[in-house]
């Protein structure tokens, strides 16, 4: 099944086109490695995709449907997206999957604090980090918390920009095997990692070439 398809899309900033007449189709169950050097449409492409900002020209369909404003909520509740914006807030770790729960979207599919327990063993985090406040984290903790929430939301498609950035090599690669291991997940990771490790049936987009 197509989940993303874009034919043709242009985007500029100032006088600067970022993409140009870009063709770009998803499948379900894809896993797709985004690289490419800073400023060179990467994130532009996920806005796109998740409808913060539009093409100059060209079109985008989810699910076969063109992405309208009506269309783009469906995006937004499909897909979970981790930003490579450290910032994740204020106010305590716990509070954080509080607010993520209590979203209208979120509350009927949010995990259990029993699977809050399990992705926190896995990504050798202390329970006790659940009472420390977000701004005292550091930028790998801070990571870890942020690809935590996406999971919580028990979603299938996952958008990752940067995601192992801010971790050391070890959990750089047991993130990467997660991630790109499950069959039924389509993930679409940007990444500078240009050594990282490929994995069977992973398609590499590079933009810029």
């Known amino acids: 099944m197509t989940l993303f398809e874009c034919t043709g899309i242009s985007k500029q900033f100032s006088t600067q086109f970022v993409l140009n007449n870009f063709d770009f189709s998803v499948a379900a169950g894809d896993k797709w490695d985004i690289r490419g050097a800073s400023g060179i449409g990467k994130t532009t492409l996920f806005k796109l995709l998740l409808g913060f900002i539009q093409p100059e020209s060209g079109s985008i369909h989810y699910k076969g449907k063109a992405l309208t404003s009506k269309q783009v909520w469906q995006v937004r509740k499909d897909v979970a997206y981790v930003s490579q914006d450290a910032h994740i807030g204020h106010g305590l770790v716990n509070e954080l999957f509080i607010e993520t729960a209590g979203y209208k979207n979120n509350h009927s599919r949010y995990q259990t604090r029993e699977q809050l327990a399990m992705h926190l063993d896995f990504f050798e985090l202390n329970p006790g980090i659940l009472n420390k406040p977000l701004e005292q984290l550091s930028g790998g903790e801070k990571q870890r918390i942020a690809l935590i929430n996406a999971l919580m939301l028990n ?22 095997d997660l991630f790109f291991t499950q069959n039924d997940w389509t993930v679409l990771s940007i990444s500078h990692d240009l050594h990282s490790t490929t994995y069977p049936n992973t398609q590499t987009l590079t933009l810029g070439k």
Do not use: V, Y
Request: hydrophobic content about 40%; glycine content about 4%.
């Open 155 to 176: 979603r299938t498609i996952f958008f990752l920009d940067e995601m192992t950035s801010a971790l050391d090599g070890r959990m750089k690669i047991r993130t990467r």
